[in-house]
């Protein structure tokens, strides 16, 4: 069985950008419209076709409790629960959000290794961004952008040395 790797974060950050950077493929939803994914979707990423793993591009892990958003967030909640490694995405745009704050909350609680994913790093002072999430008290913060392929092959490696 290949290892799970997780993508959890608030709408919009670029899970589903970073899943389809990962995996190569366009399984995943990628719109402008927060929330847009609703499924768990899972891809195989073989940028070393040694060491595939399993990816699972989570939706809003943080809904409301009732409804299609409610049930979104229960599975990926399941999603991560049962992940060998957690990437916890960020916006290096945006910064760190209050429902950002929420979901570092209750992965800490559920304690399985995590990694800090800030992506959109292009077009930001990159320091800043760095310096702001310090506060989230990673070890490693891995800067990516997604969209633009950078910081892929460093994540990439983070993640091997985790699995
Ligand atoms: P998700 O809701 O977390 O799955 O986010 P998406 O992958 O759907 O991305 C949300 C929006 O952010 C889309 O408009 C993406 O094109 C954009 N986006 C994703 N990654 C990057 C990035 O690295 N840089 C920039 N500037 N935009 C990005
Ligand atoms: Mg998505």
Known sequence: MLPLVALVGRPNVGKS???????RSRDALVHDQP???RDRHYGVC???PERPFLLVDTGGIAGEEEGLAGATARQARAAAAEADLILFVVDGRDGASALDDEILAWLRKLARPTLLVINKIDGTFEEA??????????ADMLAVSAAHRQGLDDLHA????RL
């Open 129 to 138: 961004v760095r310096a702001e999430f310090a506060r989230y008290g990673f």
């Open 35 to 37: 929330g847009v994914t």
């Open 17 to 23: 950008t970073l899943f389809n950077a990962l995996t």
């Open 158 to 161: 983070e993640v091997l040395e």
């Open 46 to 48: 073989r940028l070393d």
